[in-house]
């Protein structure tokens, strides 16, 4: 069964930078789409960003547009989120996703990986 690991996540001030990393179990994910959400206490989840594995333009929410970028390194097997210029609405679990590029709903999850910004 394919896994998707996250890590990189913690305790930042407001203002500063982090960056998340995601690992496939596989390398099976040449004709998929990687996507970020998060999801803050007594919130849904949400939407970040959302990548396809083989290249192309990111698709970034309003929220995070300019502040976040979504990178992958084919040779790594990874997927990267910068964060940068933080702020304590930032505060949530961040899920690394997956799913097909011609699907619409995303098939794998990471167990997530909080991020908390203070102010």
């Known amino acids: 069964q394919v896994q998707l690991i996250e890590s990189g996540g913690g305790l930042v001030q407001a203002g500063g930078s982090l960056r998340l990393s995601c690992v496939p179990s596989e390398r099976t994910f040449r004709y998929f789409t990687m996507g970020w959400f998060r999801q803050a206490p007594g919130k849904e989840r949400e939407f970040v960003v959302a990548?396809?594995?083989?290249?192309?333009?990111?698709s970034y929410s309003d929220s995070v547009q300019g502040r976040f970028t979504i990178s992958r390194d084919v040779a790594k097997n990874t997927v990267y989120l910068q964060m940068n210029s933080l702020k304590p609405e930032d505060t949530a679990v961040y899920y690394c996703?997956?799913?097909?590029?011609?699907?619409?709903?995303?098939?794998?999850w990471g167990p997530g990986t909080q991020v908390t910004v203070s102010s």
């Open positions: 990548i396809r594995w083989s290249g192309g333009s990111p």
């Open positions: 996703a997956a799913r097909t590029n011609s699907g619409l709903e995303y098939n794998y």
